[in-house]
């Protein structure tokens, strides 16, 4: 190569002839191409020193035409310009050998001392070995070098370690009686970076065991200063589960209300973390997702054998390298030999998790009451190892210490945890978590459901501390997560079982009903009467509805409109409004429909029985209340004093007026009706439905209102009561959904989480104070 | 007025009063500035009946060592039993698995008829007793932790929890890792895991949590080995009194 001849590849023309002018300045021979094809033909029938690339070019793209250029022409050093620089670019391309990266705007300068640099190295390659060619260029610490991968010797390891002593306390993993401790190193040598865990988590050196929150002074020198700790600290050796749980610590202590003691330990510390090659046979971090970390760490250390691949976490961790070792590119064979101890390590896994962890909150969720709580709690030794050894577990306990003198004292931070027995303990001796029970559920419901629906993070490493300080060998979580997955996976099975042996085939199956009668009620109502044609009572509850079929029209939900007291027969009272009504409404006596159900749950006549009754009906709100007003007349001496409100909007649009009548004859009924526009014939009450409220005389610890009607009426009427001092528990209404299948699956009456045609239509105002979208 | 405390010994090595020297001088210092100390045999001879706090050491072991302390619960606004013998029997228990006529004779031999004995027993099966200052022997900065609690009015925070969470906050291997057995996981907190720290095990001197799950230890204990003699045994040394041995 003896002209060092550079090649620029730009679809700008501007940029192109901008880097040539500012090259072919400097002396260097240049040729230029403005796509990556033009590019690649040039490179086929001449040699170039240095190719420099924009990354975004029409066709093929810069990444291809390093992919071509690396295959057929290696010794080609390649800069990428971008004006659009990316992590996975920048990665893909340095993986591709690109050397360096520069983004546009390019300062002259820049490029030609990049180009130099490496026409200079090229210079040297044919006298040195090859061990220096990798070293040629020490990275340069920009941020587009975090997450690059390089290589490292063991000896730079050693003295960026020795460096590193010298500024600030290194804390590494050591072997002690057999098992692993982080622990203060004050020789290299001391370090193991193969251990299978540690006993105790790196935790405690951000979260200390015991720590000075406030010095205070009492008397007449009174005073609070807070204290935090702040010195430099290494620590070597961390797996990737454990740097895993430093970012859920992260997420604890510095999302919210930052702590400032944790926030200087934290901002203090250098993490050089090491991959995990040789797991503890109770680890199962893999199924936690946290045997390979990404983030967390300054650097990543990977034994490959000879040297270490490093991957670069952080700006620190760049300096670190750039001023310590002579980190160098990674060879292929060095690629592959990371992703081979890597993979190595994924197979000697023991333990594994049969759900996925995505399912464990849900899993929780659904076993609250399971029976394996209290029996796999029966040999816990409530002695805390398995809180203590966690390294996700940051619970404290805050004592003031006072000097003897009485005059000044320390606040202090201890560890505490949820598997002590006095954790939920109060002032007045109540403990929340009495039984060891609650408290090993607690436990794994942290570790598995709270943490992650807290802090997004999971809440178990999957390290297996735990599992290995448990003298009683309960506290693996694996265990207990898989145990509650096999319990609810045999109730699930159990369930499934049953369906089988029993299906219901008549699920969507209407059975035929006779209609019997039909009554015009206003222009667009009829009430029609219906019997089942296998002779059978329908058997609703009032407030239920049914699902009424015309094969071939489609299928409604209609409310029943009379009360199961009455005759075998059953009343639908329908407004013409759609395809099925419609057709309803063109039926004789005679014809048959089909019908599914009843359906709902009904009002509540356990709950209103003995109660006095406040029925408030607007328009044909007034047919589903209809079925109640008929059962409790019909049971009239179960129930107190009755009053009976009905709105309409017009004269003509008055519903079942015989019956209003009948009822406003009653002696034991309180009627009084309104309309909201009268007209010549009327004589009643003129005036919104609301307006009669008021005249109620009601005692509202013993008055249930009930209330049917349209969705506006709801909002203005329940304003009403609420000045009648009624509760919201004490106010019943029956909503209006599009209930299509009635079995609670279709999911069109879905309230929030709530299907109406299951736990509704009747609810409580209570009920759906916590449903947003109900009224 | 400083509160005047007083130290009464009963049976059994007075170690934990020698053990309450182990103060250095300012904690001395700053000590008898806070308390006026009119009883404390192995420092003094002035004595004194007028006392607000008294310390017992020992357990009791004759019926005369009943109405002494009868007498000073009488005297004190506050008892604390002091070190394991007072706190909960102690070693001094060993001797109730015998017949107390052989017990004696073990001990006198020929002189056993002038001495009387009565099982052993902690100050609390003979007189209320306030707080336990706990441990064979107590550790110091407890019995300041107490003394400084009294002072403040308020209830001195003595852990309920077994001596596993000290010992995992020391960074210990745990003892049965190491091929040894432990009676940590059923032992009162809040001596620092001291035995551990120093390459031992835990004998139980502090007495068993409140609610200590005894057979899941006996368990762990059959699993590393120990047979059950063994494992009453082991429970015996301190721990007779609560009767969990048996």
């Given at each position: 190569?003896?002209?060092?001849?550079?090649?620029?590849?730009?679809?700008?023309?501007?940029?192109?002839?901008?880097?040539?002018?500012?090259?072919?300045?400097?002396?260097?021979?240049?040729?230029?191409?403005?796509?990556?094809?033009?590019?690649?033909?040039?490179?086929?029938?001449?040699?170039?020193?240095?190719?420099?690339?924009?990354?975004?070019?029409?066709?093929?793209?810069?990444?291809?035409?390093?992919?071509?250029?690396?295959?057929?022409?290696?010794?080609?050093?390649?800069?990428?310009i971008t004006a659009y620089p990316s992590e996975e670019t920048t990665m893909e391309a340095k993986q591709l050998g690109a050397i360096d990266y520069l983004i546009k705007p390019i300062a002259p300068d820049d490029l030609e001392k990049l180009i130099r640099e490496t026409l200079d190295s090229l210079g040297r390659e044919p006298t040195v070995t090859t061990e220096a060619e990798i070293g040629v260029r020490p990275p340069a610490v920009k941020a587009v070098e975090v997450r690059k991968s390089l290589v490292i010797s063991k000896n730079d390891l050693k003295s960026m370690v020795e460096s590193l002593a010298k500024e600030m306390e290194v804390v590494g993993v050591k072997s002690r009686q057999g098992k692993y401790v982080y622990d203060r190193i004050s020789s290299f040598s001391e370090l193991c970076l193969d251990h299978d865990v540690t006993i105790m988590s790196p935790t405690k050196y951000f979260l200390p065991a015991k720590e000075t929150l406030l010095k205070f002074k009492v008397g007449d020198e009174s005073g609070v200063k807070p204290v935090t700790e702040a010195s430099g600290r290494a620590i070597v050796g961390m797996h990737p589960y454990d740097i895993k749980a430093i970012e859920l610590l992260d997420e604890a202590f510095i999302t919210a209300n930052p702590d400032p003691n944790y926030i200087a330990r934290r901002q203090n510390t250098i993490i050089i973390g090491v991959d995990c090659l040789n797991p503890s046979p109770k680890s199962f971090a893999p199924s936690m997702g946290t045997h390979q970390a990404e983030t967390g760490f300054d650097l990543l250390l990977t034994d490959i054998g000879a040297d270490y691949m490093v991957t670069v976490g952080s700006e620190r961790g760049a300096s670190l390298l750039a001023g310590h070792t002579q980190a160098r590119e990674p060879s292929g064979d060095e690629v592959a030999r990371q992703k081979a101890v890597r993979d190595r390590a994924l197979t000697m896994y023991q333990i594994s998790l049969s759900v996925p962890r995505e399912r464990l909150p849900k899993l929780l969720e659904d076993s609250y009451d399971d029976p394996y709580w209290e029996t796999r709690s029966a040999t816990c030794l409530s002695c805390g190892s398995c809180v203590m050894v966690c390294p996700t577990c940051f619970c404290f306990d805050v004592q003031d210490d006072m000097a003897l003198n009485l005059?000044?004292?320390?606040?202090?931070?201890?560890?505490?945890?949820?598997?002590?027995?006095?954790?939920?303990?109060?002032?007045?001796?109540?403990?929340?978590?009495?039984?060891?029970?609650?408290?090993?559920?607690?436990?794994?419901?942290?570790?598995?459901?709270?943490?992650?629906?807290?802090?997004?993070?999971?809440?178990?490493?999957?390290?297996?501390?735990?599992?290995?300080?448990?003298?009683?060998?309960?506290?693996?979580?694996?265990?207990?997560?898989?145990?509650?997955?096999?319990?609810?996976?045999?109730?699930?099975?159990?369930?499934?079982?049953?369906?089988?042996?029993?299906?219901?085939?008549?699920?969507?199956?209407?059975?035929?009903?006779?209609?019997?009668?039909?009554?015009?009620l206003t222009q667009t109502e009829k009430v029609f009467e219906f019997k089942l044609k296998d002779g059978k009572k329908l058997g609703q509850r009032p407030?239920?509805?049914?699902?009424?079929?015309?094969?071939?029209?489609g299928e409604a939900p209609i409310s029943i409109c009379s009360s199961p007291t009455r005759n075998g027969t059953f009343h639908l009272a329908v407004r013409r409004v759609g395809d099925v009504t419609a057709a309803l409404h063109n039926l004789e006596q005679g014809a048959t429909i089909g019908i599914r159900g009843p359906f709902g749950n009904g009002f509540p006549l356990d709950t209103l029985q003995g109660k006095d009754i406040l029925f408030v009906a607007g328009g044909i709100g007034l047919f589903p209340l209809r079925s109640l007003i008929q059962y409790v007349l019909d049971n009239r001496s179960s129930f107190g004093k009755v009053n009976l409100l009905f709105g309409a909007r017009s004269p003509a649009e008055r519903v079942f007026v015989d019956e209003l009548a009948l009822w406003n004859q009653r002696p034991d009924l309180e009627f009084q009706e309104t309309v909201d526009r009268g007209d010549e014939t009327w004589q009643g009450n003129v005036g919104v439905i609301t307006t009669l409220i008021p005249k109620v005389d009601l005692d509202p610890r013993k008055t249930m209102a009930v209330v049917v009607g349209p969705p506006i009426m709801y909002r203005f009427v329940i304003v009403e009561l609420k000045k009648k001092e009624l509760s919201d528990e004490n106010i019943i209404m029956s909503l209006e959904r599009r209930m299509k299948c009635g079995v609670g699956k279709c999911g069109h009456c879905q309230i929030n989480g709530v299907y109406v045609c299951q736990e509704g239509p009747v609810f409580t105002l209570a009920q759906l104070r916590n449903l947003r979208e109900a009224i | 007025m400083k509160p005047k405390v007083a130290f009464f010994d009963f049976t059994g090595c007075e170690g934990c009063q020698l053990d309450a020297l182990h103060l250095d001088a300012g904690e001395v210092i700053d000590l008898l500035n806070a308390v006026d100390i009119v009883n404390f045999r192995e420092v003094m001879t002035e004595r004194s009946d007028d006392y607000d706090i008294a310390f017992i050491e020992g357990s009791i072991t004759r019926e005369s060592e009943i109405t002494r302390l009868k007498k000073i619960r009488d005297q004190a606004k506050i008892v604390v039993a002091f070190g394991a013998c007072a706190c909960i029997g102690g070693v001094n228990c060993l001797k109730n698995h015998l017949p107390m006529e052989e017990a004696l004779k073990i001990v006198y031999g020929e002189d056993a008829r002038y001495y009387d004995t009565i099982p052993a027993r902690p100050a609390d099966a003979v007189v209320k007793v306030d707080y336990c200052v706990r441990g064979c022997p107590p550790v110091t900065s407890e019995l300041l932790k107490v003394i400084k609690a009294l002072l403040l009015g308020k209830k001195p925070d003595i852990p309920n929890h077994p001596v596993c969470v000290e010992c995992k906050m020391a960074g210990n291997v745990c003892v049965f890792e190491r091929g040894m057995t432990c009676l940590g996981p059923v032992t009162r907190a809040g001596c620092d895991a001291v035995c551990i720290n120093s390459g031992r095990h835990c004998w139980g001197c502090r007495g068993l949590v409140d609610d200590p799950n005894v057979d899941s230890e006996k368990e762990v204990l059959q699993k590393y080995g120990l047979t059950v003699e063994q494992v009453v045994e082991k429970f015996k040394i301190f721990n007779t009194y609560a009767e969990v041995a048996k």
């Open positions: 190569m003896p002209e060092n001849r550079v090649l620029i590849v730009d679809d700008e023309a501007i940029v192109r002839e901008s880097i040539r002018d500012w090259l072919e300045d400097a002396g260097y021979p240049v040729a230029t191409a403005e796509s990556g094809e033009e590019a690649l033909d040039l490179i086929g029938r001449q040699d170039f020193s240095v190719m420099v690339l924009d990354i975004r070019l029409p066709g093929k793209t810069g990444i291809m035409v390093l992919k071509e250029v690396k295959s057929q022409r290696p010794w080609i050093k390649s800069i990428i005059k000044e004292g320390e606040r202090l931070r201890r560890w505490d945890g949820c598997m002590l027995v006095d954790f939920a303990r109060v002032a007045t001796g109540e403990n929340f978590r009495h039984d060891k029970a609650s408290r090993f559920r607690h436990r794994i419901y942290r570790k598995g459901k709270y943490v992650i629906e807290r802090y997004g993070r999971v809440g178990c490493v999957g390290c297996g501390r735990c599992a290995t300080a448990c003298l009683a060998e309960i506290a693996s979580p694996a265990e207990a997560f898989n145990a509650i997955a096999e319990s609810v996976g045999i109730k699930e099975a159990a369930a499934r079982l049953i369906r089988e042996v029993t299906p219901d085939s008549e699920l969507y199956t209407p059975r035929p009903a006779e209609l019997v009668q039909v009554n015009q407030g239920q509805f049914v699902e009424v079929s015309i094969m071939g029209v | -």
